[in-house]
């Protein structure tokens, strides 16, 4: 559980760094207003259970290639999370719809850089937290 709540908050904090650094606003006077939604809090604590069944089979890969599982993973996770949430409420609050990267408005192919670092950094907390030992 409390792996889950720090790469929560975590997960959240970076969204929120993100979207303040690429919102129109920095353009427009540096303000750096970024933001999230609530239901990203139980999004990203989803990654402690996958990183659970992933870790040991892909804890000994390089980087890159854990990474690319990771981003897979991740990438899974946003569509069918916001596929969900479109059902149930009508919408999804991150609508990429007006991207030529995006895939139905879900994801968008292009933040795959930024997934592969997100990912990385959960995880190092999640290895730190559990007290693993890193490979």
């Known amino acids: 559980m409390t792996a ?3 790469i929560a908050c975590v997960g959240v904090a ?4 993100f ?3 690429t919102a129109p606003a920095v353009r ?3 303000r750096l207003k970024g933001q999230s939604y609530v239901w990203m809090f139980p999004i ?3 990654v402690v259970p996958f990183l659970d069944l992933l870790r040991p089979a892909v804890g000994a890969w390089p980087w890159w290639g854990r990474g690319a599982v990771y981003v897979l993973c991740i990438y ?8 969900l949430l479109r059902r149930l409420t ?5 609508d990429y719809g007006g991207s030529n990267w995006a895939v139905h408005g879900l994801i968008r192919v292009d933040f795959a850089p930024g997934w ?5 950094i959960f995880e190092r907390l999640y290895v730190l937290v559990r007290g693993l030992h890193f490979c």
């Open 44 to 46: 990203y604590a989803l």
């Open 76 to 83: 899974a996770v946003e569509y069918l999370t916001g596929l």
């Open 14 to 17: 970076l969204e929120v760094a």
């Open 116 to 120: 592969l670092c997100a990912a990385l």
């Open 28 to 30: 427009e006077g540096w």
């Open 90 to 94: 009508g919408r999804c609050p991150w």
């Open 19 to 21: 979207t303040a650094a």
């Open 4 to 6: 889950a709540l720090i």
